[in-house]
């Protein structure tokens, strides 16, 4: 334990984030570091309970409970407390690959479920994570460490996403010889085209990319297993293929007016900046501009928030984000939404936090149903119709959405991101190797054994668990490692 009082003697902490209205005006990252005297005391907070329910990483109702990757998080909180940086950074690589992807954009269900949590302000623990992978970056710690022996066996992992490089990561540490195929023309799946560069600088993926590859590992890009390289050749080529290939296929909107110019899928949207941002810093003008626009989000969840973040610093003229769902309580639920569930209350993440600054006002409207899309004789959107809704619950529990009549609403829009979601993973691969699909859509494969229905093909990571988190992703990776490995070699010693 740090010290047995810790959690009653200091307050929770955060760095102050860059502020809102600086930082729009870039695209570098917004949050900020504590001095090594802050985190030691955010450190001695912890009160090294006895029985962690940081480090369960279990699925409640409503999200995570405890970290995915089971990190020993009350172990290094005490590292921290003592000053012993290096062996808080080797206790953290134990059980994640990639802290400086986690400690900058996991949602830190740990931090829903720390027992500190139960009677007052929780442990800052992603702060903590990132800070030690961050100092072992500095001081160099962080270096290649290839394996020593190799087994002569060959992995082809499909997809370069937190879990396909979780997955190599692994089976490269155990020996094997692994090449990772990406149909992108960079690595890192969603961590590069997706989650913006604001959130993740594109540096620090390609940092761990480059470190990989000292160790051994070939990345090959602009490469589509199934189109440009046909699954036959991979089948024959290797003793072992894990796919993962994310749960890509976006869901639609079904309404009139969908095909109106100024209407676009979220994906489209931040991929355009971010690919222009990393290749002209935004010069070659090869992305969706939300300059002087009027801007609806359609979405309430993470990729609608990306979108916001997104248009801001387009410099667009109004933002709004709709949601279907209510606007969450400003404390916790304590019957419906108990601790160590994942806290469903009222926050403001970093792009609402930047539109209020801007707009005076959270961009967010609850409970809102889009109707319809009405544009010009030009064929451009004009407008949204929508409708306030209330979500009840039928006798079996299914949600219905009912619309309240009179509530009706049109709002002028020039340009609209639809971020509803997504379906599963695309077709085309599992067709072409014929592999069993759940009745989601994802290729079947059990949780904690990650077999597909074909024999020496793996699936790992958003392709098997539909989309998800970084460290879900991370977690499947280094477990469908630990199955291929004891399928090649018989037994295994991967965690
Ligand atoms: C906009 C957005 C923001 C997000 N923000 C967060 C966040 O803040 N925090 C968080 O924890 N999670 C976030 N997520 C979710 C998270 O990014 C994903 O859960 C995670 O990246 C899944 O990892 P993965 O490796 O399974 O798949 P992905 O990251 O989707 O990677 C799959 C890769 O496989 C490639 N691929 C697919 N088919 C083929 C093929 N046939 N041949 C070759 N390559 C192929 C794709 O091009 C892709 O690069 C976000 C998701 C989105 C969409
Ligand atoms: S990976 Fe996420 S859940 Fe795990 S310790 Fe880090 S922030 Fe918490």
Not at 103 to 118: D, I, M, N, Y
Request: charged share 25%.
């Amino acid at each position: 334990m740090s010290t047995p009082t810790g959690f009653m003697d200091y307050k929770r902490e955060l760095p102050a984030d860059r502020n809102p209205l600086e930082r729009i005006k870039d695209w570098e990252e917004f949050h900020k570091h504590f001095s090594e005297d802050q985190l030691r005391t955010q450190g001695a907070r912890c009160m090294d309970c006895g029985t962690p329910y940081c480090h369960t990483g279990i699925e409640l109702p409503g999200g995570a409970s405890g970290c995915p990757v089971n990190n020993l998080i009350p172990e290094w909180n005490n590292l921290i407390y003592r000053g012993l940086w290096r062996e808080a950074l080797d206790r953290l690589h134990k059980t994640n690959n990639f802290p400086e992807f986690t400690g900058r954009v996991c949602p830190a269900p740990c931090e829903g479920s720390c027992t500190v949590g139960l009677i007052g302000d929780a442990v800052t623990i992603k702060t903590i994570e990132q800070a030690i992978i961050d100092k072992g970056f500095d001081e160099g710690w962080v270096v290649p460490q290839p394996p020593l022996t190799r087994t002569g066996k060959k992995v082809a992992v499909v997809g370069s996403g937190p879990a396909g490089m979780a997955t190599a990561a692994q089976l490269n540490k155990a020996g094997h010889t692994v090449t990772v195929y990406e149909r992108a023309d960079r690595i890192g799946g969603l961590l590069v085209y997706g989650i913006p560069t604001m959130k993740l600088d594109k540096k620090i993926v390609q940092r761990r990319v480059d470190l990989m590859e000292a160790e051994g590992v070939q990345f090959v890009p602009n490469t589509e297993i199934g189109t440009t390289v046909p699954v036959e050749q991979l089948m024959s080529e290797f003793d072992a293929i894990v796919l993962c290939g994310g749960s890509t296929k976006a869901r639609e909107v079904e309404i009139e007016g969908r095909d109106l110019k100024g209407v676009h899928l979220a994906m489209d949207y931040l991929n355009g900046t971010i690919k222009s941002y990393l290749d002209s810093n935004l010069t070659d003008g090869n992305y969706i501009s939300a300059e002087g626009k009027d801007v609806i989000v359609i979405g309430g969840g993470d990729t609608g928030t990306d979108c916001v973040a997104t248009a801001l610093r387009h410099g667009c003229k109004s933002i709004t984000q709709f949601g279907t769902h209510s606007k969450a309580p400003l404390e916790r639920d304590q019957i419906n939404n108990p601790w160590p569930q994942f806290p469903n209350v009222y926050t403001l993440d970093y792009a609402q936090e930047e539109a209020r600054a801007l707009y005076g006002q959270d961009p967010r409207a609850f409970s809102v149903l889009t109707k319809k899309f009405v544009g010009d004789e030009n064929g451009n959107l004009k407008e949204l119709h929508t409708i306030q809704i209330e979500r009840t619950v039928d006798e079996t529990g299914r949600k219905i959405y009912k619309e309240i009549p009179g509530t009706e609403k049109i709002w002028p829009a020039d340009l609209v991101m639809i971020a509803v979601g997504f379906e599963g993973p695309e077709n085309t691969l599992i067709e072409k190797l014929g592999l069993a699909q759940d009745r989601r859509s994802n290729v079947k494969a059990k949780y904690g054994d990650y077999r597909t229905s074909v024999d020496k093909v793996f699936a790992a990571g958003d392709m098997r668990r539909g989309q998800s988190l970084v460290v879900w992703a991370i977690n499947e990776g280094r477990e469908a490692a630990r199955e291929v490995d004891r399928y090649l070699m018989g037994t295994t010693m991967l965690p």
